[in-house]
């Protein structure tokens, strides 16, 4: 119902939290509860796959998959692979997930590509790692919803979200109405000015750090084929073009392999549940 209203609103993408692999730590009964939840949940949403088409739902799970059953493993890739090329509305589903070990997992991925040489060690940046979440493709949320009037994020996004809107609110979940979410939006609609200032502001920097090492590649470059450190300036240019669609080029091939590497992962799983 949520997430009709925020289709009906114009929110063409949602994420919501699950599964913690915190979770993982409560009693087996427990866990075993809610894996038997999760199994409703996605086989359900396996036999509303028309609807899913009709309305373009691209669906996609974010986690550590492997540390959940096979038999859920099978089921979450038949629902990705069968949803991944609509694209009117997507919904993520973070499922084994906590935010520090998708940071974690995303640095593994660069140190894979370094030692692939597929990358440049000078190619890892905090751009890079954020095309090595789990959620590189979606933008970064604009708005986080914490009910039931905690007020922490619980390892949630905690690299997606450092520009975005946080509401908490007392209402329990289950108890979440339309106007509980209207009264969020509002508070984002408040405060969207000071936000994207700050984002702009942070991508400049971004911006910014990235010309400063490439001025240095190239600084290094030119002194090695004997010119000072300013160097020719036509030459500096050149190099620093070069520099620049080589980077992008590096960059392009290993996220090709890292998505290869992702879809490969699912498409096996439905080969073994096959």
Not at 5 to 20: D, H, K, M, P, Q
Not at 41 to 49: A, C, D, G, V
Not at 53 to 69: F, Q, S
Not at 103 to 131: C, F, H, T, Y
């Amino acid at each position: 119902q949520t997430l009709r209203w925020c289709l009906n609103l114009g929110i063409r993408e949602v994420t919501v939290y699950a599964f913690s692999i915190e979770n993982f730590k409560r009693s087996k009964e427990e866990v075993d509860g809610l894996m038997d939840l999760a199994r409703q949940k996605f086989s359900r949403l396996l036999e509303e796959q028309e609807s899913l088409k009709k309305h373009g739902v691209c669906i996609r799970v974010l986690g550590d998959l492997p540390l959940l059953p096979l038999d859920i493993q099978e089921l979450i890739a038949q629902a990705v692979l069968a949803t991944r090329n609509y694209n009117k509305c997507f919904l993520n589903v973070c499922f084994a997930y906590t935010s520090r070990h998708e940071i974690s997992n995303a640095v593994r991925e660069m140190a894979w590509g370094v030692e692939q040489g597929l990358l440049e060690p000078s190619d890892v940046s905090e751009s890079l790692l954020d095309k090595c979440l789990y959620t590189n493709n979606s933008p970064d949320p604009d708005l986080l919803i914490r009910t039931s009037g905690e007020v922490r994020l619980s390892d949630f996004l905690l690299w997606q979200t450092s520009h975005s809107c946080l509401v908490f609110q007392s209402v329990l979940w289950p108890e979440y109405s339309f106007w509980n979410l209207c009264e969020a939006i509002l508070r984002f609609q408040m405060n969207y000015s000071a936000l994207q200032k700050a984002r702009d502001s942070y991508m400049e920097e971004r911006r910014r750090q990235q010309m400063e090492r490439d001025q240095a590649y190239v600084t290094k470059k030119l002194q090695q084929e004997g010119f000072a450190s300013h160097g020719d300036s036509r030459r500096r240019q050149t190099l620093l073009q070069k520099c620049t669609a080589m980077r992008e080029e590096r960059i392009q091939g290993f996220l090709q392999a890292l998505e290869h590497k992702r879809v490969d992962f699912f498409e096996r799983l439905c080969t073994v549940s096959a």
